[in-house]
Antibody
Framework: EVQLVQSGAEVKKPGESLKISCKGS????????IGWVRQMPGKGLEWMGI????????RYSPSFQGQVTISADKSISTAYLQWSSLKASDTAMYYC?????????????WGQGTLVTVSS | DIQMTQSPSSLSASVGDRVTITCRAS??????LAWFQQKPGKAPKSLIY???SLQSGVPSKFSGSGSGTDFTLTISSLQPEDFATYYC?????????FGQGTKVEIK
């Protein structure tokens, strides 16, 4: 059974750093892209970027390029989303999701989400 | 960026109703369109990819159609568990973009 299990909720202050995780199981972690999606409170879904754990090839949405870093550790089947300096506007739910690949990539399985709250 | 516009933004329907949600892309995306269902407090669930192909385990009451710029998601007979927000998403070109969502509520 494919599963993506995300790390727990975080409460941080502005300016702090943070790294959240997404651990894949039940499939070959290095053979599928993983994507990250943001959902701000009461709002819709926003695509942030994707990573191929096999070689760490990464693509970012221009809206998030330079604001976050996506990485992966294939030895422990885990993808990461990190911030070096959080802002209040980073308060949101963050989802990871696996991407199936045929001709194109599309989301199939989703993690349960990690709530990040940034407040002074 | 490709803009995805869903209509309506919300709708009220009764159990047993046939419901159709529309998604329009600002430029042609072939059939590189997905649909997701999200219930309150839960992660999105993938329903459809390639505009009309059901994800594994998704019941056949959900169907999708369209190509180019205009797409629809249809629920053939609405059940209590289908009340949720539905999103479309294009994966034809980066950056991938989602529609704003359609909230399906109980009448």
């Amino acid at each position: 059974e494919v599963q993506l299990v995300q790390s727990g909720a975080e409460v941080k202050k502005p300016g702090e750093s943070l790294k959240i995780s997404c651990k894949g199981s039940g499939y070959s972690f290095t053979s599928y892209w993983i994507g990250w999606v943001r959902q701000m409170p009461g709002k819709g879904l926003e695509w942030m970027g994707i990573i191929y754990p096999g070689d760490s090839d990464t693509r970012y949405s221009p809206s998030f390029q330079g604001q976050v870093t996506i990485s992966a550790d294939k030895s422990i089947s885990t993808a990461y989303l990190q911030w070096s300096s959080l802002k209040a506007s980073d308060t949101a739910m963050y989802y990871c999701a696996r991407l199936f690949h045929s001709n194109y990539l599309y989301f199939d399985y989703w993690g349960q989400g990690t709530l990040v709250t940034v407040s002074s | 960026d490709i803009q995805m516009t869903q209509s309506p933004s919300s709708l009220s329907a009764s159990v047993g109703d046939r419901v159709t949600i529309t998604c329009r892309a600002s430029q042609g995306i072939s059939n590189y369109l997905a649909w997701f269902q999200q219930k309150p407090g839960k992660a999105p669930k993938s329903l459809i990819y390639a505009a009309s192909s059901l994800q594994s385990g998704v019941p056949s009451k959900f169907s999708g159609s369209g190509s180019g710029t205009d797409f629809t998601l249809t629920i053939s007979s609405l059940q209590p568990e289908d009340f949720a927000t539905y999103y479309c998403q294009q994966y034809n070109s980066y950056p991938w973009t989602f529609g704003q969502g359609t909230k399906v509520e109980i009448k």
